[in-house]
Each structure stands twice: as structure tokens, then as C-alpha cells.
């Protein structure tokens, strides 16, 4: 609807608006230093991030303002977790939703044994679209809470983005880490509070918390990962 006041008005009316679901977007592209960031795996991620561009917002699993943000927002911002991966063994990402972070951990490091929860049949139809259309062999998914794992294993590292606040997401995962493992979180710059807030169930869980900046190589917010280490 015409705002009655000529294009440039209409056309910033429309911004302030936000994006619709089915409007036409422009893909947001990688930089070079993206490319050079994600290296060997860059290609896999591209071609996880074009799937998105594709199905991501007709399958329910990206919300329309989020797709011209896909590398800077999703995959950029889901790459801040690689360095506080172990240097062998499981990985579980509960939550996984769209497949962040874990997809992108399962290509960037195919070394890891990495298992995906999550509890939404729908989600899980795609995040098995995407295993088989870009061929990862090192993922196992499991459609389930992440409660419903308790007692069948433990990861040495477990991930989550997205999934709740520090103190519930301490209380959903603390049977899935594995002596000397770590919750690794991803979150925003409120990951000061939820960490202060989550001081008691840090305490009886036997978790020591320490939070990490990690500045965007795409955007000015940096990306806050809270790393939770079992300590007994
Ligand atoms: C907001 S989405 C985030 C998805 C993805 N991690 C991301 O960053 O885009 C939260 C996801 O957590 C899942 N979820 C909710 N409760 C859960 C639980 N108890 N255990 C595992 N996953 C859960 C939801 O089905 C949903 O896919």
C-alpha cells in the first residue's frame, strides 16, 4: 500500500516493516574472508546455507527477516563454537532446529562423532534432507527433548543455540556431559545475566562457567559463548 508520499517513502515504509514471508529477498553473499575462514569446508557450507536460501522459509525453519542474514546471523554466528570443540570425540547439539550449530560443527570438523536433538518430527525431516543431500557420514540424529537422551550416553561436548536460558539449559543437559566435558552455548550479549542468574544450578551441577567473546567477521555484535566445564 502506497504511503502517498512517493517511492522513497513507500520504499522505507516498506523496510520498517520488515520483510514478509514469500517476499523476495536478496541472498546475502559471503566475503572473502568467510570463504577464507571456512577454508576446505567452505564449499559444504555454502551449499547448506544455498538449501536455506531454497526451503528454509517455506519449511518453517527461518523466519523472513533472518533470510538476508543467513551467513553473518546463522552460519557466521554458528561458527563461534568451533574453537571450544574437544579435539576428538562426541559432540551432541540439542536443539538443533534448522541444523545451528550443529550442521555446520558436523562439516567444519568431520573428525567429531556428532549427534543432533531434536524433538520436532518437521525439523528433523530436513536436518535428514540435508545429512543425505550434502553426504555428511559423521552425524546421528535423534528426534527427541533432550531430556529423553538422559542414560543413553554422554557427549564431551554439548552445544546449544537458541534453546533456553543458562539455568534451564544447565538443568536439560547436565546428565548428557561426560566427566571433564563442557555445555557450550551460544548467546547474545545478555550471556553475562543468564550466567549470574544461573550461579546455583552452576554450583550443584559441578560446572564452572567462563564466558568468551568472539567478534564477528561479518557483523560489529560479537558472539558470546558461554563454555560450562564439568569440574567432578
Ligand atoms: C529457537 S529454535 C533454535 C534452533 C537452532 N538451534 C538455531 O539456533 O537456529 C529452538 C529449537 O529447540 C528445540 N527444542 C525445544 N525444547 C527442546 C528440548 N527440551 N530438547 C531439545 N530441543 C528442544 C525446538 O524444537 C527448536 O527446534
Do not use: Y
Not at 9 to 32: I, L, S, Y
Request: proline share 6%; hydrophobic share 40%; glycine share 8%.
Amino acid at each position: 500500500m502506497s504511503t502517498g508520499m512517493g517511492p522513497a517513502a513507500d520504499a522505507a515504509a516498506a523496510e520498517a516493516k520488515g520483510r514478509r514471508v514469500g517476499d523476495p529477498f536478496a541472498p546475502e553473499q559471503p566475503t572473502d574472508e568467510v570463504r577464507e575462514f571456512f577454508g576446505s569446508s567452505f564449499a559444504d557450507v555454502e551449499h547448506f546455507v544455498r538449501m536455506l536460501e531454497e526451503e528454509g522459509e517455506i519449511r518453517g525453519l527461518v523466519g523472513p527477516r533472518e533470510m538476508e542474514r543467513l551467513w553473518s546471523r546463522h552460519a557466521v554466528n554458528s561458527a563461534a563454537v568451533l574453537p571450544f570443540l574437544p579435539r576428538s570425540g562426541q559432540v551432541l547439539d540439542i536443539g538443533s532446529g534448522a541444523g545451528l550449530p550443529g550442521i555446520i560443527i558436523a562439516i567444519c570438523r568431520p573428525d567429531l562423532d556428532v549427534h543432533l536433538a531434536e524433538p520436532m518430527a518437521r525439523r528433523c525431516e530436513w536436518l535428514s534432507d540435508v545429512i543425505d543431500e550434502i553426504g555428511l557420514d559423521n552425524v546421528t540424529l535423534h528426534q527427541a527433548r533432550a531430556e529423553e537422551l538422559r542414560g543413553k550416553g554422554r557427549a564431551d561436548v554439548v552445544t546449544a543455540r537458541a534453546v533456553a536460558n543458562m539455568s534451564k539449559l544447565i538443568r536439560m543437559t547436565t546428565k548428557l556431559i561426560a566427566p571433564g566435558g563442557s555445555l557450550v552455548a551460544l548467546k547474545g550479549r545478555r550471556a553475562p545475566l543468564e550466567v549470574e542468574e544461573a550461579a546455583r544450578e552452576l554450583k550443584s551441577h559441578h560446572l564452572a562457567a567462563k564466558i568468551h567473546e568472539v567478534p564477528s567477521i561479518m557483523e560489529e555484535e560479537s558472539t558470546f559463548v558461554v563454555v560450562c566445564k564439568r569440574t567432578k
